[in-house]
């Protein structure tokens, strides 16, 4: 009897324990996406001799995306901020490029062309100069020579990191929420020829 009494205390406890915690955060976020929004057609073009890939010949590229962003019923889309790194937050210091707009709308949409230097790029992976090389060291083990690789222009891509942090809010009483989602995105790359023609 003394033990069932000890253990209905210990229940009673660990219940009011419970009941006296906050309840989370009500995620007032509905729906956040981005994504390529059309053809990428102006290639990122990396230069070359006759001894190989030497850098990247472009100084910018631009970018084709959608953000998409919808709140909650009763809140809205208070704000959101696109970065090239995981982490990033809006309301929050974003290293290198960004992207980031206020609303006050429930909805947000919107195609961007951010047109970002090359050496704020941050890339996912191999960089356009590593990707020709790779491309390089693939053809010559399919039997192709230096010469004959570096003799031709040659179509590839690189991957580039993008990430859209989006805050909605209840105005009130005042409680927000954020969300975020990523994107690897796709750039083509152009390894120019090394080998130049008399003119």
């Given at each position: 009897?003394k033990i069932a009494?000890?253990m209905?205390a210990l229940?009673?406890t660990l219940?009011?324990?419970?009941?006296?915690q906050?309840?989370?955060?009500?995620d007032?976020?509905?729906?956040?996406a981005i994504?390529?929004d059309?053809i990428d057609a102006?290639s990122?073009?990396?230069?070359a001799?006759?001894?190989?890939y030497?850098?990247?010949?472009?100084?910018?590229h631009?970018?084709?995306?959608r953000?998409?962003a919808q709140?909650?019923?009763r809140?809205?889309?208070?704000?959101?901020v696109v970065?090239?790194?995981?982490?990033?937050?809006?309301?929050q210091?974003v290293?290198?490029w960004k992207y980031?707009?206020?609303?006050?709308d429930r909805?947000?949409?919107?195609?961007?062309?951010?047109?970002i230097?090359i050496?704020?790029?941050?890339?996912?992976g191999?960089d356009?100069v590593?990707?020709?090389?790779?491309?390089?060291?693939?053809?010559?083990?399919?039997g192709?020579t230096?010469a004959q690789?570096l003799?031709?222009?040659?179509n590839?891509s690189?991957?580039?990191?993008?990430?859209f942090d989006?805050?909605?809010?209840?105005p009130?009483?005042k409680?927000?929420?954020h969300?975020?989602k990523s994107?690897?995105?796709h750039?083509?790359?152009?390894c120019?020829s090394g080998?130049?023609r008399a003119?």
């Amino acid at each position: 009897m003394k033990i069932a009494s000890i253990m209905a205390a210990l229940a009673a406890t660990l219940t009011l324990s419970l009941a006296a915690q906050p309840a989370a955060a009500k995620d007032w976020v509905e729906k956040v996406a981005i994504t390529t929004d059309g053809i990428d057609a102006v290639s990122i073009k990396v230069s070359a001799n006759a001894s190989g890939y030497t850098g990247v010949k472009s100084e910018k590229h631009r970018f084709l995306l959608r953000l998409e962003a919808q709140a909650r019923k009763r809140a809205i889309v208070y704000g959101g901020v696109v970065g090239m790194y995981d982490g990033v937050r809006f309301g929050q210091p974003v290293a290198g490029w960004k992207y980031s707009f206020q609303s006050a709308d429930r909805t947000y949409k919107k195609h961007i062309e951010p047109v970002i230097p090359i050496s704020q790029i941050r890339w996912y992976g191999a960089d356009p100069v590593q990707v020709c090389k790779n491309l390089m060291a693939k053809k010559t083990s399919e039997g192709m020579t230096k010469a004959q690789v570096l003799s031709k222009e040659w179509n590839a891509s690189t991957l580039v990191f993008f990430q859209f942090d989006v805050m909605a809010q209840r105005p009130y009483p005042k409680s927000s929420s954020h969300e975020r989602k990523s994107l690897i995105y796709h750039a083509p790359v152009k390894c120019l020829s090394g080998m130049h023609r008399a003119s």
